[in-house]
């Protein structure tokens, strides 16, 4: 079967998650039961997630004079008004029904509060499939922190949105979008750091987007469905 006839099946109902590039399990399209076959892993090449602070996340950054950053790779862009943090992609995996994988980011995002001194630094932002968690490591700099490099943490959680999804498998390419809610973990460092965290313990924090490459779905499915 050709990776121009796969791209007919995969394309209403796929998904791209936040961190990556996502094909929804289409073997029913195809005449196949899904539930007899494991869903196939496909590999991250190259992509991009952009997180985007909520109007209302902005207007607390600026009432606590924080302000989002990034540490290279990773750069920052003016989207809507909306200083947004875009994170690369170079590697990662994650099976095609969205039941399992991890897919993590290069560079870093930042909080700086010039006021107090100090900055927090979340390197390491690994999304993870299964638990719909993102994990990083914080570490705080500036005056009086006197805390090193910490352990990895449960940063964010976050939820798909499918129907913001494109994907081409012919073209090899991907879109999507998903939310992001704010886990203690992020809260806290910042609490630490600046008496207070501009991040809500409820409601999205972050709007995301991802692209992505998925030229190495075709040849997945096709492995997976096909004797």
């Known amino acids: ?50 997180l985007c602070p909520t109007q209302a996340v902005t207007k607390a950054l600026a009432d606590q ?9 990773a750069s920052t862009a003016d989207v809507g008004g909306r200083r947004c943090v875009r994170l690369p ?12 994988g991890s897919v993590p980011t290069d560079g870093a995002l930042t909080f700086t509060k010039k006021s107090a001194g100090k900055t ?31 352990q990895p943490v449960e940063l964010f959680g976050f939820a798909f949105h499918p129907e ?15 939310t992001l809610t704010a886990s203690p973990g992020v809260r806290n460092a910042l609490k630490d750091a600046f008496g207070t965290s501009p991040l809500p313990a ?7 987007t991802a692209t992505g490459d998925v030229t190495a779905a075709a040849k997945a499915l096709t492995r997976a469905l096909l004797p």
């Open 202 to 208: 409820q409601g999205t924090v972050f709007d995301a």
């Open 1 to 50: 079967m050709s990776s121009r006839r796969w791209s007919r099946f995969v394309l209403p109902g796929c998904g791209v998650a936040a961190a990556g590039c996502v094909l929804s399990w289409a073997g029913a399209a195809a005449g196949v039961t899904p539930s007899v076959l494991p869903a196939p892993q496909v590999k991250v090449t190259r992509g991009q997630a952009e």
């Open 120 to 150: 927090v630094t979340f390197t390491g932002l690994t999304f993870d499939f299964a638990s719909h968690k993102a994990t990083g490591t914080p570490t705080t700099e500036g005056a009086g922190s006197g805390r090193g490099r910490q």
């Open 89 to 100: 992609i170079t590697k990662g995996s994650f099976a095609v029904d969205l039941g399992k």
């Open 65 to 73: 004079g924080v302000e989002l950053g990034a540490k290279g790779p």
């Open 164 to 178: 913001k999804t494109k994907v081409d498998v012919a073209k090899g390419t991907a879109r999507g979008a998903a």
